[in-house]
């Protein structure tokens, strides 16, 4: 097994191989434990511990951490903010995920590749390296559900219809390049299956690269109708709702929870008219007060998990009674695809407490009863 394999996901391996790696504390020996069915080079399979594996190879090399290696030689040139990268649990960095950039980020990283590894007229990689990363290097057509994964793999990118080529991510997070057509594009989503990213690609073909070269001239009908239509697009961010005239008494009320997959020991609820402030408590670094706001998003701070590990993470959070019994509390995860939402249903002495988040590959969502406690007995 070389670094070309692991590069054009070709090590040989039949099966998804995530799982077992994940669960062990040493990823290295792992994977170098695993049978490998095939003879490298010989049967492609997409797998993120392939490019953990590059990551490591690099960082005992050169001795250094990878964003340190790659700073002045990627990050630096091409104007982007030293990121945060999540490591493996001996401090490896993770290589195939756990990477936060902003989609202007990930769209001079594509503008880089459009230009043949020259940013601002500084080159960054070399041409010859662009032309082999984007460049079949795998066949990835056998058993491939979505056209635009079944045009051969290169280095690391997908190769697409039309000469086109893409970094992706799960949950629809992407870097397109279309040479011909000289356009760049970078998205940041929250897909919950790879079909949807498909549907993208199928709506940038046909509704941008069709449309190319037309007489389109611009028109205030036309600019009307597209503010109608985007009036109308689902918004994610929760409307404002009134208070309720009756709610429930909840200032001060602590709940004992019962078991749960997150852990989740207390919830307090310390409310004043327009806010609230939602303490929970684990017994871990996750206990935090998470502060709400009736009228208006509040930003703060929550550990949570990321792609591997719990991380400090800013998140932006919204509050609104849905009638006077149920609470909704919306929480956005800024640099992350993760929405979470609480729905809280207050009954008498007891509360349902439901976890629910929009996309995940390993966060469970859940019901949880809490009982409220004693009075004499709160703290």
Request: aromatic fraction near 10%.
């Amino acid at each position: 097994m070389t670094v070309h394999h692991l590069l054009s996901m070709n090590a040989g391996h039949h099966d998804n191989i995530y799982a077992e790696v994940a669960q062990e504390q040493d990823w290295v020996k792992t994977f170098l434990s695993l049978d490998v069915e095939h003879e490298p080079g010989s049967h492609y399979l997409y797998s993120t511990h392939c490019t953990y594996m590059l990551a490591a190879i690099i960082e005992q090399v050169t001795g250094q951490n990878l964003v340190d290696f790659l700073m002045p030689r990627l990050f630096e040139p091409l104007g982007i903010p030293r990121p945060v990268w999540e490591t493996c649990p001996q401090g490896i960095t993770a290589g195939g995920m756990g990477l936060s950039i902003s989609t202007e980020s990930i769209a001079k990283f594509g503008l880089m590749l459009l230009n043949n590894g020259v940013y601002n007229g500084k080159r960054i990689v070399s041409e010859r390296y662009v032309k082999l990363a984007t460049t079949e290097q795998s066949d990835n057509r056998a058993g491939a559900a979505r056209i635009d994964s079944a045009q051969g793999y290169g280095y690391q990118f997908h190769l697409c219809r039309r000469g086109c080529y893409r970094g992706d991510g799960a949950f629809g997070q992407l870097s397109f390049v279309a040479p011909e057509e000289n356009i760049v594009i970078a998205a940041t989503s929250g897909f919950k299956s790879m079909n949807e990213l498909q549907t993208l690609l199928d709506l940038i073909y046909e509704h941008i690269f069709d449309r190319l070269g037309e007489d389109v001239t611009e028109c205030l009908e036309d600019k009307i109708e597209l503010q109608q239509q985007l009036s109308i697009m689902n918004n994610s961010v929760p409307a404002i709702r009134p208070v309720p005239a009756k709610m429930p008494m909840i200032d001060q009320n602590c709940y004992i929870m019962n078991e749960n997959p997150h852990g989740l020991q207390k919830v307090i609820f310390h409310l004043t008219e327009n806010q609230l402030d939602l303490q929970v408590i684990y017994g871990d670094d996750r206990d935090n007060m998470l502060p709400f706001d009736f009228t208006k998003p509040m930003f703060a701070q929550d550990v949570f998990n990321k792609d591997i590990s719990l991380h400090l993470q800013e998140v932006v959070t919204y509050a609104a009674w849905q009638d006077e019994n149920t609470l909704r509390l919306t929480l956005f995860y800024i640099e992350t695809p993760y929405t979470v939402t609480y729905t809280i249903i207050f009954k008498s002495e007891l509360i349902d407490f439901q976890f629910n988040i929009n996309v995940s590959l390993n966060i469970p969502e859940y019901t949880a009863i809490g009982e409220l406690m004693n009075v004499q007995s709160r703290s």
